[in-house]
């Protein structure tokens, strides 16, 4: 649909652009015909008659196909009006306004309080607004900015951890100096990130996209019984690896392989705290001694693959333990 639209957008772009050209052309011949006569049309009524009467229709057919420009320029001013209108509405609505800055991701102040962004939880897939379901998003008010209407909701997001944590819908950071939408209060920082590190009842859903043919795993997510408590003693170093500086990194969403019988395991993997606030995205690739890692889509550099090697092996036997 969003083709379509661009098709038809482009079409009627090029319409008014050649409808405008032409009608420049036949205003400029309507002046010539009723503005520049020769002596013997000065002297021929009837020629003067003819001329002046073509005249009139080129300017006619001239300005005619200038409405479709200056209809289309109306409509574009109605609507941006109207947008200005709404955005304004929208703005003076909300109750509880946190005015930041073109900085914000870096940190901002709300209640206060300095809160800055929390890199490790950057996968924020699991969360979801409270009033859609068993949710752990409840939006207290929305970031705004002092020059325009633009906002982003701002949430507190619902955690076991004792600590005020928030989020910020943001469509996403990737490629960029950041990427975590998720903050805490700067004094606090440490106490969460222990706190994670050291809370039980990790839980992860697994889809084996290269699992064998006669089972239902390679289409369908599976909760493990066995939780993911004793991988966080190298979950949580490699995520800090990977996610505490992004500036230089790209996300790359890992590769889709079409033909699995080039891939000896192809595994994604969704690991998260009981309270659904911290969750790491894996997909892992093996290619006989070759191994391929994606931690929240970002693809991790072959030296840290390394480093990491016989834990990351050691997850798959343990996954295909449990599911075969």
């Known amino acids: 649909m969003a083709g379509i639209s661009v098709l038809m957008l482009g079409f009627w772009l090029t319409l008014i652009i050649s409808a405008s050209a032409l009608g420049v052309i036949f205003f400029i011949v309507s002046m010539v015909l009723l503005l520049i006569k020769s002596k013997k049309e000065r002297l021929n009524q009837k020629k003067s008659k003819i001329r002046k009467t073509i005249g009139i229709i080129f300017l006619v057919l001239g300005i005619g196909l200038q409405l479709s420009l200056g209809l289309t320029w109306l409509l574009g001013a109605f609507s941006a009006q109207k947008r200005e209108v709404v955005e304004k509405a929208k703005w003076e609505s909300i109750e509880n306004k946190v005015l930041v800055d073109k900085n914000w991701p870096k940190g901002f102040t709300y209640n206060g309080d300095e809160l800055i962004p929390v890199p490790i939880f950057s996968n924020s897939d699991n969360y979801s607004i409270v009033s859609e379901g068993n949710g752990n998003l409840t939006q207290i008010g929305s970031l705004v900015f002092s020059e325009d209407y633009y906002t982003n909701n701002f949430y507190q997001l619902v955690n076991n951890s004792g600590f005020d944590l928030y989020y910020v819908w943001k469509e996403s950071f990737a490629n960029g100096e950041h990427y975590s939408c998720t903050f805490v209060k700067k004094e606090d920082f440490d106490a969460v990130l222990d706190y994670y590190n050291q809370a039980t009842g990790y839980t992860a859903s697994v889809l084996w996209e290269s699992a064998p043919d006669e089972t239902a795993y390679s289409s369908a997510w599976t909760y493990l019984e066995q939780p993911m408590d004793d991988k966080l003693v190298w979950l949580i170093p490699l995520c800090h690896e990977v996610l505490d500086d992004v500036a230089n990194k790209k996300t790359s969403g890992a590769p ?19 309270d659904a606030a911290f969750t790491i995205g894996i997909c892992l690739y093996t290619q006989g001694e070759n191994l391929l890692l994606y931690l929240n889509d970002y693809k991790v550099e072959d030296e840290i693959v390394d480093q990491y090697r016989e834990q990351i092996l050691e997850l798959i036997a343990q996954v295909k333990a449990e599911m075969l």
């Open 256 to 274: 889709l392989y079409n033909n699995m019988d080039y891939c000896d395991d192809y595994m994604n993997l969704n690991i998260a705290s009981k």
